[in-house]
């Protein structure tokens, strides 16, 4: 007969062999949780790490863990991944790592294992409650991130969720839309629903977007540009914008209604789904070139406890780090391995939500080398452009960064399109009345090829904007002569100084008639010319609508009206819709004005007011027009008086079988002609001052 002890003894052997079949060595790819077989498979690479530990919670609050697994080096880890199986792991399991190594700032090491860690590739993440937990170092020491901070913050910390990515896309695919009949709209997507009179069942999220299909169809846009979607761990009254990603792979949870893990991950491939069900494109706006943790004295949230040397640029004080991002560090792109991160993380949004496009927030970041020197053919952008997941999808940079690069025109190989800073500064400037912007806006209306042509791209190279979420407003670029950031808290020395803008007359609001219709036919001038620029265009969410931030030409921590979208504008500015509206479907019936070459001299001619050619090195010019030739349509005489006084157009003379015909004209109503209608008895057209107009050679 067995005695108590013998049995106690049987008891333990069998739990360590349950624990033993509920616990494998697993695998090093991929990395990340991934279900495999009846478990879940966690990897991670760090190359500096001595020791690796997974702690497992029941609930997003826990500072304790319900279960500890201690990786084995021998065991579990190859090469440079630490890697363990686990049997029975639900989805919404929370996770942490907790990893040890050299504490030694000055060689670049921050391992520190009373920090619980970010898995870099989670998928999920579970609310902050108080990042000040998450300081690697003592903040009360004098010694400050060289000291060693002993305090635990798993209770306070995001943790890491498994996500099955189980989804019925119903037969859906990325649309693949040629860029030249591509109109982008740049959005937030909780600013854009998030106001009480957005009237949507699931305001600021994901849903809540697709809740206002019917109007970007209405509108004319056919793909909407996603600001940053990546969790921050910060409130959005503190990072709204949220252009500082935690990690690359875990969505936002405030976009999502969803509280279970994964819900925001649902409810984006719905969206996407949607949208595209009703021929709209999906691009997300993705931070690659700096994280949340920010310089030395930042939160130890993930990748600087994971491996800091490799994962940031380092200075020969390996204590500090090089900022070429202008918030306190930079994301190692140099390395190989973050290289793959980022792909890795491309990839995913491709495969797995179907995301049409990216558009790359200071870009040339990523094409620096591990000096920091720009480099002519850098690795990474090149392996973008060329990886086959990738070959189909929308690649736009925002060609340059805050170290003083700008690559407007020369960034990398064709497959990249960029952000044309050109095309928005003069454009800005000619319909300012600046001197000497006649053949600056003439270029840019034909597609910039004196920025593209040499490098061998073709205006779809050119994402041509007039306003964007960092600057002013449409409404406000017409209304503010100086910026007013003064509740962002930083004394109105943060945003731009030099806006390229004009109030005439009264800075901000006004009633005066004159100055009201003065703005109002601007706003028209300069939507319609990025509707007729050859290029892509891109307009920013709420510029059809009149919207306005007061002058805020930064509102990057204004989660209020400041930077919400009030849908009641859209019954106050009808007038205003109904035009950019019109300008995007005059576009689409065109062909010419969205050609994805630049104009040959047979096809364009451009003319003085007087029937001339334009005097490119008169200064004082402000009026041209130009004559777009068309093989598959009507001949365009378009024409663009930035003066002050009226301007007398010779009309080019057409066959007796062809009249010109007015078909828009921003300074009579109305505006834009349902039936465009004939210009008789004169050879002349009369646009009146800071107005266009386009007429048609019709038989």
């Known amino acids: 007969m067995k005695s108590k002890v013998d049995e106690l003894q049987e008891i333990e052997r069998l739990l360590g062999l349950c624990e033993v079949q509920s616990t494998r060595s697993g695998v090093p790819l991929p990395l990340g949780a991934h279900r495999r077989g009846d478990g879940v498979n966690f990897a991670l690479f760090s190359r500096n790490a001595s020791g690796v530990r997974l702690d497992l919670f029941e609930h997003e609050a826990d500072a304790v863990p319900s279960r500890t697994i201690i990786l084995d080096p021998e065991r579990n880890k190859t090469g440079d991944i630490w890697h363990v199986w686990l049997a029975n792991v639900p989805v919404g399991q929370l996770y942490g790592f907790r990893l040890t190594g050299p504490y030694a700032p000055a060689e670049g090491h921050r391992f520190n294992p009373n920090k619980l860690l970010i898995d870099p590739y989670a998928a999920a993440l579970s609310p902050a409650r108080d990042l000040t937990a998450a300081l690697g170092y003592d903040p009360d020491s004098r010694e400050l991130d060289l000291s060693f901070s002993e305090t635990d913050d798993a209770g306070q910390v995001p943790k890491s969720a498994v996500v099955f990515d189980d989804f019925n896309w119903q037969g ?28 949507v069942r699931f305001p600021g999220t994901f849903r809540g977007l697709t809740e206002k299909i019917g109007h970007l169809k209405e509108l004319g846009v056919t793909a909407v540009e996603l600001m940053p979607v990546i969790e921050t761990g910060q409130s959005t009254a503190v990072n709204y914008w949220g252009y500082d990603p935690i990690n690359f792979f875990a969505l936002r949870s405030a976009y999502a209604g969803a509280s279970e893990k994964g819900g925001p991950l649902l409810e984006l491939k719905e969206m996407v789904r949607l949208l595209h069900r009703e021929g709209l494109e999906v691009i997300l706006d993705v931070v690659f070139n700096h994280t949340r943790e920010g310089n030395e004295l930042g939160p130890t949230l993930c990748f600087r406890g994971v491996d800091n040397a490799v994962y940031y640029y380092l200075k020969d004080d390996k204590r500090y780090y090089r900022d070429y991002t202008g918030v306190g560090q930079t994301v190692n792109a140099a390395h190989p391995f973050v290289r793959d991160l980022v792909l890795d993380a491309l990839r995913y949004w491709v495969i797995e939500a179907h ?23 850098a690795p990474l952008l090149e392996r973008i452009a060329e990886d086959p997941i990738l070959r189909d999808t929308k690649l736009i940079a925002e060609a340059w960064d805050a170290a ?56 779809e190279a050119s994402i041509n904007f007039i306003t964007c979420h960092d600057g002013f407003t449409l409404r406000d670029l017409v209304s503010y002569e100086r910026k007013h950031n003064e509740p962002n808290g930083h004394g109105n020395r943060d945003g731009a100084d030099d806006n390229q803008s004009a109030n005439y007359g009264v800075e901000g609001e006004t009633d005066d008639p004159v100055i009201v219709e003065l703005r109002a036919r ?28 007061r002058g805020n030409n930064n509102p990057y921590c204004q989660d209020n009206e400041t930077s919400w979208l009030d849908w009641s504008l859209l019954e106050q500015n009808a007038e205003l819709f109904r035009f950019a509206r019109d300008m995007l479907a005059f576009r689409r019936a065109h062909a010419v004005l969205r050609r994805d070459a630049f104009y040959s001299q047979r096809a364009a001619h451009w003319f003085a007011p007087g029937g001339g050619t334009p005097d490119w090195f008169d200064p004082g010019a402000r009026a041209l027009a130009l004559l777009a030739e068309a093989d598959d349509g009507p001949a365009l005489l378009l024409t663009f008086n930035a003066g002050a006084e009226s301007q007398h157009f010779v009309l080019p003379p057409l066959s007796p079988e062809r009249s010109w015909h007015v078909a828009v004209d921003t300074g009579r109503r109305p505006f834009v002609w349902e039936q465009p209608a004939i210009v008789s008895g004169t050879s002349a057209y009369t646009v009146l001052a800071r107005s266009s107009a386009i007429l048609l050679a019709l038989g």
């Open 172 to 199: 859906d695919q990325p649309l693949r839309r040629p860029w030249a009949s591509t109109v982008i709209y740049e959005l937030h997507v909780r600013g854009y629903t998030i106001h009480p009179s957005s009237r």
């Open 522 to 549: 601007q706003q028209r001038n300069l939507l319609l010319t990025l509707a007729v620029s050859r290029g892509v265009p891109m307009l920013l969410a709420g510029d059809e609508l009149g919207r306005t931030q």
């Open 355 to 377: 995301v049409d496009g990216f558009r790359f927030d200071l870009a040339s970041v990523l094409g620096r080398d591990a000096h920091g020197g720009l480099l002519a053919d």
């Open 404 to 459: 003083g690069a700008y690559q407007v025109g020369s960034f990398s190989q064709r497959r990249w399109s960029e952000w044309n800073g050109h095309f928005r500064d003069d454009v800005r400037r000619f319909w300012r009345g600046d001197l000497g912007m006649l053949g600056r806006f003439a270029s840019r209306l034909a597609g910039s090829s004196d920025i593209y042509g040499a490098s061998g791209k073709g205006p």
